[in-house]
Nanobody
Framework: QVQPVESGGGLVQAGGSLRLSCAAS????????TGWFRQAPGKVREFVAA????????DFADSVKGRFTISRDNGKNMVHLQMNSLKPEDTAVYYC??????????????????WGQGTQVTVSS
């Protein structure tokens, strides 16, 4: 069982930056397709970014493309989401998610099995 654990959320002014990290308890998150999702109050959860098992491929929602980057350090069992040029509309609870062992890169925005508890990101205007 993989249990993602997010950290790094907080309050930041518009235009600022935050770096979210995802580790895992239980089995390692290294080598698993990993994604970030977010859910704002009153809205459905939405895809933000994903990274392939070895980090060679990434995918981003149009709303964050060019502002967010995703990276992983499999040696340290970590996945990071660097968020720059933050906007008030980025305010949400951010969740880290991982796919089951052996999952490929064909559908990086869907079919995640393991989910973290989330970390709050608040961007003030």
């Amino acid at each position: 069982q993989v249990q993602p654990v997010e950290s790094g959320g907080g309050l930041v002014q518009a235009g600022g930056s935050l770096r979210l990290s995802c580790a895992a308890s239980g089995r390692t998150i290294s080598g698993l397709v990993t994604g970030w999702f977010r859910q704002a109050p009153g809205k459905v959860r939405e895809f933000v970014a994903a990274i392939s098992r070895n980090g060679s491929a990434t995918d981003f929602a149009d709303s964050v493309k060019g502002r967010f980057t995703i990276s992983r350090d499999n040696g340290k069992n970590m996945v990071h989401l660097q968020m720059n040029s933050l906007k008030p509309e980025d305010t949400a609870v951010y969740y880290c998610a991982a796919k089951v062992v052996g999952s490929g890169w064909s559908d990086p925005r869907n079919r995640y099995t393991y989910w973290g508890q989330g970390t709050q990101v608040t961007v003030s205007s």
